[in-house]
């Protein structure tokens, strides 16, 4: 049976999306889950950057772990595959010396949490992120050093979890943020699975001004 599914970023997102997101199948947030409010409240799946700063603020104290989307959600993913971060680290202290914990894993902490709290933990394989590299390089990307935690989930729903007549949508992507994510190709390579079919935005793409 298809199933809709809802990938929330944490931009701005208009009210009316709300109801859409959460009637679908599946809801999947980001990190702090900022997008919950005018994003609805559903919550199925959270997606973790599990290494550097953010993960450490997730883990460190109380307040992530009680949130309500947290409380919520039966799955946590960790879109940062350990080996692979691993491998970047000597060379990115090279090319960029000021992301010095930009490669620390807490891959293990979000995994404890899960197992305490009756959840279930995946993480995105590296073969994602390998592909999603490849095929960005087909939309003229400046430099950067990761694309960004939304686009690793959105491929990764395409590619490996979605059924083919799934309804699989988009809200809250404003393709903006972090200086060393290839923002302008990222838009591009959504834009191109828009006219694909493959997926569509519950808000236009004016409308949000950040990513996950």
């Known amino acids: 049976m298809p199933r809709r599914i809802a990938i929330v970023g944490n931009g701005p997102i208009p009210e009316e999306a709300a109801s859409a997101i959460d009637a679908a199948d599946i809801v999947i947030r980001f990190n702090l ?6 994003g609805g409240s559903r919550t199925d799946i959270i997606a973790v950057c599990n290494t550097g700063r953010p993960a450490l603020e997730m883990l460190a104290g109380g307040q992530w772990k ?29 090319s960029h010396p000021d992301l010095d914990d930009f490669c620390d894993d807490y891959t293990a902490g979000f995994e404890t949490f899960a197992q305490a709290t009756g959840r279930r933990l995946r993480v995105v394989p590296a073969t994602v992120h390998h592909a999603l590299d490849a095929s960005l390089a087909g939309f003229d990307p400046s430099p950067y050093v990761v694309p960004s935690s939304g686009l690793i989930v959105i491929a990764h729903v395409l590619d490996n979890m979605a059924d083919a007549d799934d309804d699989i949508s988009i809200a809250g ?4 943020g972090w200086q060393w994510h290839p923002f302008a190709a990222e838009r591009r390579w ?19 001004d950040r990513g996950p």
Do not use: K, T, Y
Request: one cysteine or more; aromatic letters at 6%.
């Open 190 to 208: 959504v834009e191109d699975r828009i006219a694909a079919g493959r997926l569509h935005r519950l808000d236009p793409p004016g409308r949000a």
């Open 173 to 176: 992507f404003g393709h903006q």
């Open 33 to 38: 889950c900022r997008s919950a409010g005018n």
């Open 66 to 94: 009680a949130s309500e989307c947290v409380r919520q959600a039966r799955e946590i993913w960790c879109v940062r595959a350990s080996q692979m971060f691993a491998a970047m680290r000597e060379p990115l202290s090279r």
